[in-house]
C-alpha cells in the first residue's frame, strides 16, 4: 500500500459542559483542520477528522475502529476544550496503533480586544492538552507529542515526519522476509532472534532454496529478459559489451522478484557462501530490486534487508534516496577523516550522484564468474546511518548523523558503487561511539530519513533508540548504555 493511502484518525477531545453551539464549533473547526492538514505537501499520509469525543463509549468505540482498520496507520488527538481524562482510559489502554498528540490551538494568536471568557471557554488547549498529557503519561503509553500551531511549517514537518515513522510500523508488522541461505558463517552481528523479532517488530523471516530460485531463473524467458534489459538500458549507462553477463543478472532479479511477488515478500537476504547452481553473484539484480523499494541484506543480513525496506516505505516520495550499506575503509588523514562505503556490489542507485554505470569486473569472494553490477558516486548531503542489532533479550536500533560528501579522489580502479562521508565532531569520535554502540557493519543509509524519523519508529516499535550525533560524549554515552541494560532487563 502506498503511504497516500495510510490514514489518521483526527480525535478531538471534549465534554458536554460547554453546550451544543461550542461542540459544533470545535467539530467544524476540526474538519476544517483535517482538511488545511490534507492539503499540506508536508503531510503525506490522509487525515481523517473522526469524532468530538465527550463519553468513554465515544473513545473506545474510535479505537477499536481504528485497531482493526487496515488503512488507519495512527491516531492523532487534540483537545480543543477540556476533556476530563479518566473517560480516555477505557480507549488508550486497548489502543494498538500509533499514536500523536498534537498539541495545538485553532487561532494562533491572543484576540486582545475580543477575548472574554466565551473565548477562553472555547480556547482553552493550554490546560486541556496538559489533562490529556498526565492520562497518557500515567498509562505509560508510547506517545508523539507535537507542540505549535498547526499552520506552522515546522509542526506540519513534523507530524508528516511521524506519519512517515507510523507507517513504517505498519509495514514491519506485516514484513515478510525471505531467505536464500543462512547467514555468512561465523558472523555474529547479522545473527538474530526471529522470534523475538516477530513478537517485537512483526516480521516474518523464513528460509527459501536456492534451488528453488534456480529453477525460477531457468523459466526465465529471453523476451522477459530483454524487456527489463531496456529498462536497465533507460536508467543507466552501459560500459560493458558483455551483455551476455548483464542478461544473467536480469534473469536473476526477475526470478528473485518473481518468488518475492509470489510469498508477499518485501525483502530479501542472501549468501556469497550460498549460491549453487548460480553463476554470478546477484549485483544489479539486487541493486535495481533494491530501487523498487525491496529491501536487501548481503551475507545474510535479514535485519538490515527488513529495515531496508521499512525505511524505503517510510521515505516514500522523497527524493535523496536509501540503500543497503556497508562501512568498508578509512581515510584517517590528520584532520581530514572519512569513511568510505561501499558493498561487494549491492548499493542502492536510488543514492547515486549522477547515471549509474553497467559494468563487468572480477570478484574475488564467492568463487563465481564476473558479475555485472552497478558502479556510481553517492550524492553529497546529510545523511543517517541505521543499524539494528540483537543485544540478547532485545533489541537495539542505532542511529548516526552523517554528511556525505563528494569522493576526495576519483577511486578509479574501484568497481562498486560508493559513498563518503564524514562524521560531527570527528570521525574517531563517531567511531567510538558506534562500537562502543554496538553498531553493525551493515547500515540502512538514508538522505531522506532523520534521527527523529528513526526515533518515533523505534518508540512505537517498543525497541531500545540510541542517537549518535555532533553531542555525543563517549563518558556519556557508556553511563547511558549501561543504564539501558538494566531497565530494559526489567521491562
Ligand atoms: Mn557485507
Avoid at 473517560?87 to 494498538?96: E, K, T
Avoid at 498529557?133 to 511521524?162: H, Q, S
Avoid at 534456480?214 to 531496456?230: F, G, K, P, R, W
Avoid at 539484480?285 to 523499494?293: E, I, V, Y
Wanted: glycine share 8%; net charge negative.
Amino acid at each position: 500500500m502506498s503511504l497516500k493511502n495510510y490514514e489518521f484518525w483526527f480525535v478531538v477531545g471534549s465534554q458536554f459542559l460547554y453546550g451544543d453551539e461550542v461542540l459544533e464549533t470545535v467539530a467544524k473547526r476540526a474538519e476544517e483542520m483535517a482538511s488545511e492538514l490534507n492539503n499540506s505537501e508536508k503531510i503525506p499520509c490522509k487525515v481523517v477528522y473522526k469524532v468530538t469525543a465527550k463519553t468513554q463509549k465515544e473513545i473506545s468505540d474510535v479505537i477499536a475502529d481504528a485497531n482493526r482498520d487496515e488503512k488507519c496507520a495512527g491516531i492523532i488527538t487534540w483537545c480543543h476544550t477540556f476533556s476530563p481524562s479518566k473517560m480516555w482510559i477505557n480507549g488508550f489502554v486497548s489502543l494498538q496503533k500509533p499514536y500523536c498528540h498534537l498539541a495545538t490551538q485553532y487561532n494562533a494568536e491572543i484576540p486582545n480586544e475580543e477575548i472574554d471568557m466565551d473565548f477562553m471557554n472555547l480556547n482553552q488547549a493550554a490546560h486541556g492538552d496538559r489533562e490529556h498529557g498526565f492520562i497518557t503519561a500515567r498509562l505509560r503509553m508510547p506517545r508523539k507529542i507535537i507542540a505549535g500551531y498547526w499552520k506552522d511549517e515546522n509542526v506540519r514537518e513534523r507530524l508528516g515526519g511521524w506519519m512517515r515513522a507510523a507507517v513504517g510500523a505498519a509495514v514491519s508488522r506485516s514484513l515478510k522476509v525471505m531467505r536464500f541461505g543462512d547467514n555468512m558463517r561465523e558472523v555474529a552481528v547479522t545473527e538474530g532472534d526471529k522470534v523475538e523479532v516477530q513478537a517485537k517488530l512483526g516480521w516474518q523471516v523464513n528460509t527459501w532454496p536456492v534451488g528453488e530460485l534456480v529453477a525460477e531463473m531457468n523459466a526465465v524467458t529471453d523476451s522477459e529478459i530483454d524487456s527489463l534489459m531496456a529498462e536497465y538500458a533507460q536508467q543507466y549507462d552501459f560500459a560493458t559489451d558483455d551483455t551476455e553477463t548483464v542478461r544473467y543478472q536480469a534473469r536473476e532479479e526477475i526470478a528473485i522478484k518473481k518468488m518475492l511477488d509470489k510469498e508477499g515478500c518485501k525483502a530479501f537476504s542472501n549468501t556469497f557462501q550460498d549460491l549453487v547452481g548460480m553463476k554470478q553473484l546477484p549485483g544489479i539484480a539486487s541493486q535495481h530490486l533494491m530501487s523498487k523499494g525491496y529491501g536487501y541484506g548481503g551475507e545474510g543480513d535479514w535485519k538490515v534487508a527488513a529495515m531496508t525496506a521499512i525505511m524505503k516505505e517510510m521515505s516514500e516520495g522523497l527524493s535523496g534516496g536509501t540503500t543497503f550499506m556497508e562501512d568498508y575503509t578509512y581515510h584517517l588523514a590528520p584532520q581530514n577523516e572519512y569513511s568510505l562505503g561501499a558493498h561487494m556490489l549491492e548499493v542502492c542507485p536510488s543514492v547515486a550522484a549522477d547515471k549509474p554505470r553497467i559494468e563487468v569486473h572480477p570478484l574475488g569472494i564467492g568463487n563465481r564468474e564476473d558479475p555485472a553490477r552497478l558502479v556510481f558516486e553517492g550524492r553529497e548531503g546529510k545523511a543517517i546511518v541505521v543499524s539494528l542489532v540483537d543485544m540478547g533479550g532485545r533489541l537495539r536500533m542505532i542511529c548516526q548523523d552523517i554528511e556525505c560528501v563528494k569522493p576526495i579522489m576519483d577511486m578509479p580502479n574501484l568497481p562498486v558503487a560508493r559513498v563518503m562521508w564524514k562524521v560531527e565532531p570527528s570521525l574517531s569520535e563517531g567511531i567510538e561511539a558506534w562500537i562502543t554502540a554496538a553498531g553493525a557493519h551493515h547500515t540502512v543509509l538514508s538522505y531522506d530519513l532523520t534521527a527523529e524519523h528513526m526515533r518515533d519508529f523505534a518508540r512505537i516499535m517498543g525497541i531500545e533508540f540510541v542517537h549518535l550525533n555532533k553531542d555525543t560524549k563517549i563518558e556519556k554515552l557508556e553511563q547511558e548504555l549501561f543504564i539501558s541494560d538494566l531497565v530494559w532487563k526489567l521491562r
